[in-house]
């Protein structure tokens, strides 16, 4: 179609429609198995519930696969063709793909092997509904999450972890650690005490900071099980960023020489 005489946004409104409609007639030519495992993806609730249905869609679309006899050159490993696109290896050496592995990859686009054309229609369909759907409910979560953190803020205690960053809460960015606890963290404070830090309160966040002519180190206790350190080579920069010279942790449980340990990680920087 010539969408020349139509203005630029009909012109982007109507490749969208001409999309979405090539993207259903592709889905039409599905067997009809995957037509209603396609369909499912109504049934999402979640955004994690999307991800389950696309791995789903890939395990329905293998078991749909017919194995090619020997006279086809399936023999060891089992070999089959698409069964959404009829393609196979693009390699003259083979026919099909191994199943279940090569399949897989065809049909996820995974490695050097060139997507499932179909496959890849209907899987992009179906997260434009996803994104329709679950984009306004998690951005109204981010939003109230934001909210959330700027009332903590304003009343707990904060920690600054860094020389340049904003302070944290104790439980913030910590990716998988769990906070410690009112205990663990004055334990935390008196091994940082033995190592030479100073506590102090800076803009109403505490830091816990050693300081040297040729450096700074700035720690953070937060996370259970380890204290990170990152430290920071002097003169510190005044035009950009400052960034770590070096990155490292004392685990909880090293009782022995623990001060020869932190020198000994400290002296590269």
């Known amino acids: 179609m010539n969408y020349a005489h139509f203005s630029y946004d009909d012109q982007i409104r109507r490749l969208q429609d001409d999309l979405y409609s090539a993207r259903t007639t592709i889905i039409s030519l599905m067997p009809q198995a995957m037509q ?11 955004r994690q519930q999307s991800y389950t249905w696309e791995r789903e869609l890939v395990r329905k679309a293998i078991e749909l696969a017919v194995p090619l006899p020997e006279s ?9 063709f698409c069964p ?21 990859r065809h049909l996820e686009g995974h490695g050097n092997v060139g997507r499932c054309s179909v496959m890849e229609a209907a899987i992009e369909l179906a997260r434009d509904y996803f994104h329709r759907t679950f984009s306004p409910i998690e951005a109204a979560e981010r939003e109230l999450l934001r909210k959330e953190l700027e009332q903590r803020r304003r009343v707990e205690v904060l920690y600054r972890t860094d020389i340049s960053s904003d302070p944290l809460l104790l439980d913030e960015s910590l990716y998988g650690t769990a906070p410690r606890t009112d205990q ?21 966040a505490k830091q816990y900071t050693l ?18 350190f990152r430290v920071y080579r002097k003169p510190l920069p005044k035009r950009k960023r400052p960034m770590p010279a070096q990155v490292f942790s004392l685990k909880d449980n090293w009782k022995n020489d623990l001060k020869g340990k932190f020198e000994a990680r400290l002296g590269p920087a």
């Open 72 to 80: 086809q050159g399936s023999y060891l490993p089992t070999r089959a």
């Open 211 to 228: 300081e040297r002519p040729e450096l700074i180190v700035y720690a953070d206790p937060r996370g259970s099980g380890e204290i990170t």
């Open 184 to 204: 663990q963290l004055a334990w935390a404070e008196q091994r940082l005490t033995e190592l030479g830090f100073q506590m102090s309160v800076a803009d109403s």
């Open 84 to 104: 959404l696109c009829g393609e196979g290896s693009s390699s003259p050496y083979a026919t099909g793909f191994t199943l279940p592995e090569g399949l897989s």
């Open 36 to 46: 209603d495992a396609f369909r499912s993806h109504y049934s999402c609730e979640t």
